[in-house]
DNA sequence: CTGAAAGCGCTTACAG
DNA sequence: CTGAAAGCGCTTACAG
């Protein structure tokens, strides 16, 4: 490995000069400047980031602790991170935790030995552990908070509430008055409040046996819960469903029921994962901003890091949209 | 921030003897290490990596450099090489390329400035810069390479020849013998010779015209490449394609122009993505062992760390298997 | 604008 | 088994 020494004997300059040009300081003459650059290129010279690091206490490396990274959503949200960061000199430290919150909490430690920059946390479940956070001793930011935030902490998450609730609107909007509802209970309870608040405006109360638990946040869940609801003697209009991946089990089984989506039944998702345009029908959906959120959340750590501030403790609640597409239609007759 | 020292101080020892209790060298006597103990709890003292890392070399991270996340077989192999990791105290350090080769060479540069411990690559385009990666003076390992990897670097991978053979040979053993292929060429070309391989067996040419380029692997891709098929007078008894994805998007195409599946058209997928189980009906493909990969590839890593030897230039391709869903039946009539 | 010194928090030999 | 010294490769003040 050549070091700083190496570049500096062979420029005939100190080490430290070496460094100034390095990290740009204006302080070198041109001449010495050229020189010193030559002997870095002529030796292939690169810094030691592990040193600089243990000088500076900054490693240029963000920590993003995830609860998975195979589902559509999470990697579209990591892709976006690490791109980001990229884009700016840093690097990703990707920890996932599967869930677990002993996991979450090993590599939180871990991460702060590692002096990292910064963390994004997306674990909403079992890290509510606010003073661990704040310990951290670097910025920290809450994302994709499904679950109520612990206070304190900045947070950038989606407005799920809403999302719900804008696929309620779009469905009442269209005439149904009798939904199903099918959700991954109660992950997506908050989704299901906000479908909820929609029919009420409309004056109708959606009573629980039209809500259904799918145990996972599948399309084969989704299937099975739509069998067993069509077996309930229940023939909705439409169907509101927690999740894209839920609802295109859904509209597989009232296809195989011999119902049509959306003639005889309108179908709803939640996300707007790439499967979902290219379904047949493409599905209608309430897209969740998963780049925004994960351009805004990485924004704000990148600047704290700049500025040597903690970011302020602000909650972000970003907008979902809905994104009509073929699945859904007035009720029949 | 507390350090060594600072525990030292509080045990009455010095910091030489801290370090030997952290790292659990047995040369400290049983009361010494209790005093340390009891001074590292009270204080919650943690050991800096970074710090360590500057003066052993090593840093506990792996760095993974992976054409993208936002897709199910890498987010897959992705998930399980960070879990093994984890279990092994290492962390990893993700890098994206997006198929671009300057980012790709960036990220490289970065990892060994940044003096990651070992290179897992699973970017096969525009990276066959083998002095590149031998010069990162860790152990490298190449995995899901589907193009020729470049030699004297050890790799596992797949072998997708046999993922296109084993697909052809499930269907000739049906009795098909006028197959139509749909891949994402030229990047699935060799699972497209691995299945002309298999009917070359049985005495049948596939025709260059019965081979059709989706432009993605996606199922919309695949949707379009079948009408287009159609379109063009074939009526193929099966179709063998190079992806789940545009499996899925044939067996739609097939069903929205009137014809069954599999009664009137077989299909076979590649890969084995979690939609494969849940489609309806369910996909027959050929699964790829990316588990068993990202475990191999992570634990020569982690043994050539451990033995401080580079990792042998052994070349392991993993074979694929069938997995009989219920896409495939012999040919009508 | 350039150089010599001290220090970041740890580990690695090497005496006692 | 314990302690004092030197060093990992860089940066940060501080003289010249």
Redesign the interface.
């Known amino acids: 490995?050549v070091t700083m020494d190496d570049v500096a004997r062979r420029a005939g300059v100190t080490k430290q000069t070496v460094s100034n040009v390095v990290r740009g300081r204006a302080v070198v003459s041109p001449r010495t400047k050229a020189k010193v650059e030559a002997a870095i290129a002529e030796l292939g010279y690169?810094?030691?980031?592990?040193?600089r690091?243990?000088a500076t206490g900054t490693?240029m490396?963000v920590g993003f602790i995830v609860p998975?990274?195979?589902?559509?959503f999470y990697?579209?949200v990591?892709?976006e991170v690490?791109?980001l960061l990229?884009m700016h000199g840093y690097?990703?430290?990707?920890?996932?935790t599967?869930g677990d919150g002993e996991?979450a909490r090993?590599?939180l430690?871990?991460l702060?030995?590692?002096?990292v920059d910064a963390v994004l946390v997306a674990e909403d479940r079992d890290l509510g552990d606010v003073p661990l956070l704040e310990r951290m001793?670097v910025p920290v930011v809450l994302c994709a908070w499904e679950t109520t935030p612990p206070g304190g902490l900045p947070v950038v998450t989606v407005d799920y509430e809403k999302a719900g609730y804008l696929a309620g609107r779009h469905m009442h909007k269209l005439g149904h008055r009798r939904p199903v509802v099918i959700a991954d209970l109660p992950a997506h309870q908050i989704r299901v409040q906000g479908m909820r608040r929609a029919f009420a405006e409309v004056g109708v109360t959606v009573p629980d046996d039209s809500v259904l638990a799918a145990p996972e946040a599948?399309?084969?869940s989704g299937?099975a819960a739509m069998l067993r609801a069509l077996g309930s003697g229940n023939k909705p209009s439409c169907v509101l469903t927690s999740t894209d991946a839920i609802a295109l089990?859904v509209t597989?089984a009232l296809r195989?029921q011999g119902l049509r989506v959306p003639e005889d039944v309108a179908v709803i998702g939640i996300d707007d994962i790439?499967?979902a345009?290219?379904?047949?029908p493409p599905l209608t959906t309430v897209s969740l901003p998963k780049r925004r959120m994960a351009r805004d959340a990485t924004g704000l750590l990148l600047n704290a890091i700049r500025d040597k501030q903690p970011v302020p403790p602000d909650v972000s609640l970003l907008s979902p949209e809905v994104v009509v597409r073929a699945t859904c239609a007035p009720p029949a007759g």
């Open positions: 490995m690169q810094p030691n980031l592990v040193a690091g243990l490693t490396t998975t990274v195979a589902n559509p990697s579209a990591v892709e690490e791109t990229e690097h990703l430290l990707l920890a996932t599967r996991r090993r590599h430690a871990s702060s030995s590692r002096s001793g599948t399309s084969e299937y089990g597989e195989h790439p499967q345009a290219h379904a047949h």
